[in-house]
C-alpha cells in the first residue's frame, strides 16, 4: 500500500490536507530505506524534545542546521580528507558519507539550542505556544448578585 485514502475524513472536516500529506510523507520516508545517520527522538516533558544523531567523524563545521515553516533539515558535507585517502585504506567501515535528514516539526516546536558531543548531534527542540494561544481562565459573572443590588436599591428608594 503506497497512499492512505482520507476521503472519509475530507468528507466531514476542514483542513487536515496538511495532516494526509505529512502521514503520506512519512510513510515514504520510511518506505525508502535510508537509515543515515541513526537518530534517537525524545520527549524531555509536554513541551521539550531532543534529537540526538549520530555523526561520528564529522566536524561541527560540516554540519549544517536549518529550520523552516515547520521542517528542520540536518545536512552534513564531509570534506575530503587527503590522510585517510581510500588509496591507503585496507578496509572503509566508518561512513564518511554526505547526509540529509529532514524533520516535520509540529506548530509552535522551534529549535533553542545544538551541540555536537562524542559523535553525537544534540538538537534541542521546544514547543513556545503564543499567549494568545495558551488556555486562559474566564470569570463567571453570577446573576445573583445583580439581583441583590437592584433590590437593595429598590428598598433605599
Not at 110 to 126: C, W
Given at each position: ?7 472519509p475524513?475530507?468528507r ?9 500529506r505529512?502521514l ?18 525524545e ?28 521542517i ?17 585504506l ?15 516539526l509540529?506548530?509552535y ?5 545544538a ?15 503564543p ?13 445573583q ?13
Amino acid at each position: 500500500m503506497s497512499n492512505f485514502d482520507f476521503s472519509p475524513l475530507f468528507r466531514t472536516s476542514v483542513g487536515f490536507d496538511r495532516l494526509a500529506r505529512l502521514l503520506d510523507h512519512a510513510y515514504r520516508l520510511d518506505n525508502s530505506g535510508n537509515g543515515y545517520p541513526p537518530y534517537n527522538i525524545e520527549a524531555k516533558n509536554e513541551n521539550e524534545y531532543r534529537i540526538s544523531m549520530a555523526v561520528a567523524g564529522f566536524a561541527e563545521q560540516e554540519l549544517k542546521l536549518v529550520s523552516e515553516q515547520n521542517i528542520l533539515k540536518v545536512t552534513g558535507q564531509k570534506q575530503a580528507d587527503p590522510e585517510t585517502d581510500d588509496a591507503r585504506l585496507l578496509h572503509r567501515g566508518i561512513a564518511t558519507r554526505s547526509f540529509e535528514r529532514r524533520f516535520q516539526l509540529a506548530d509552535y516546536v522551534q529549535v533553542v539550542g545544538a551541540n555536537l558531543e562524542n559523535g553525537l548531534l544534540h538538537i534541542d527542540l521546544e514547543r513556545q505556544i503564543p499567549e494568545a494561544m495558551k488556555p486562559r481562565t474566564i470569570d463567571i459573572q453570577s446573576t445573583q448578585r445583580l439581583i441583590e443590588g437592584e433590590n437593595e436599591d429598590k428598598q433605599a428608594a
